[in-house]
C-alpha cells in the first residue's frame, strides 16, 4: 500500500449532514449529493458512506448511511484459525495491483444483494488514483481469486466490499489487510454492518455515538479537501 500523501481533491459542494443529530437505529442519514472524491471523502471522515437507492437504473439518487450499530474490526482481535494460517501458504498477496480488477469482481451481477454500479465503479477509481482508496489482493498463480477494497483516511480504513473465487481467498486477504494495516499505523478498520460471516471472523457492533467518537480521533488532523469560500448546497433527508 502506498503510503505517500495522497492528492487532497477540491471541496464538496455539498454540506454532508452530522449523523450524531439522527434518530438512532436510524441508518440512513440523507439521500442526494454526489460521488466526487471531495464530497466522499467528507462524507467518510464524517461517518457516512453511500449506496445507491436502487441499483438497477442506470443513474440512481445516493443514499448516504451511518449504521447503528456500527461494524468493526478490532486491528487486535481478529480470528485466525489454524486451517485459515495453511490456506495462507497456497496463496500469493498484493496491494494495489488491480483496484478495478477487484472493485468489479466485488460488482458481480450475479452476487445477491448487488450495489456497485459503473458509477461507483469510476468515483472510487479516481479516489484510487489520487491515493485514497486501496485495494488488497490475492492470486493463485497469476489468477486474481480473491480481494477488499476499501479507503484509507488517517488512521482510519472504511472497508467497503470483498470476494472470492477460491476457498478462504477472501479471508486471506483480511489477514493480509490487517496485517498491512497495523504496520501504518491503522486505529479503526469500519466493516460497516456486522454480518454472522464477519462476527466469526472478529468483528463487533458498537453504537453509532462510540463510532463517531472513534472515528473523530482517527482522522483528527488529515486534510480532505482545499478550501474555498463557496455556498454549499445541502442534501436532502
Not at 498477496?93 to 472493485?103: I, P
Request: glycine share 8%.
Amino acid at each position: 500500500m502506498n503510503e505517500g500523501s495522497p492528492v487532497v481533491p477540491p471541496p464538496s459542494r455539498f454540506a454532508m449532514p452530522n449523523p450524531v443529530d439522527a434518530d438512532p437505529g436510524n441508518d440512513v442519514i440523507a439521500v442526494g449529493a454526489d460521488l466526487e472524491p471531495g464530497t466522499l471523502l467528507a462524507a467518510y471522515r464524517t461517518g457516512l458512506f453511500p449506496m445507491p437507492v436502487d441499483p438497477g437504473r442506470r443513474r440512481s439518487k445516493i443514499a448516504w448511511y451511518s449504521p447503528d450499530p456500527r461494524g468493526v474490526l478490532p486491528l487486535d482481535g481478529l480470528h485466525v484459525s489454524r486451517s485459515l494460517r495453511r490456506s495462507r501458504k497456497s496463496f500469493e498477496t498484493r496491494t494495489d495491483t488491480a483496484f478495478e480488477e477487484v472493485m468489479r469482481a466485488c460488482a458481480d451481477p450475479t452476487r445477491e444483494g448487488r450495489w456497485i454500479t459503473e458509477e461507483f465503479i469510476s468515483a472510487y477509481g479516481h479516489l484510487h488514483d489520487l491515493g485514497w482508496a486501496h485495494s488488497f489482493e490475492v492470486y493463485a498463480g497469476d489468477t486474481l481469486v480473491g480481494g477488499l477494497y476499501g479507503l484509507k483516511i488517517g488512521r482510519l480504513f472504511a472497508g467497503e466490499a470483498m470476494f472470492h473465487h477460491a476457498t478462504d481467498a477472501s479471508k486471506v486477504a483480511l489477514v493480509d489487510t490487517v496485517e498491512r494495516l497495523r504496520a501504518t499505523g491503522v486505529t479503526l478498520f469500519d466493516v460497516q454492518w456486522a454480518t454472522p460471516h464477519l462476527e466469526t471472523l472478529g468483528v463487533v457492533e458498537i453504537p453509532r455515538t462510540e463510532y463517531l467518537r472513534r472515528l473523530a480521533a482517527a482522522t483528527d488532523g488529515v486534510e480532505i479537501s482545499a478550501h474555498r469560500d463557496a455556498d454549499d448546497r445541502g442534501t436532502t433527508t
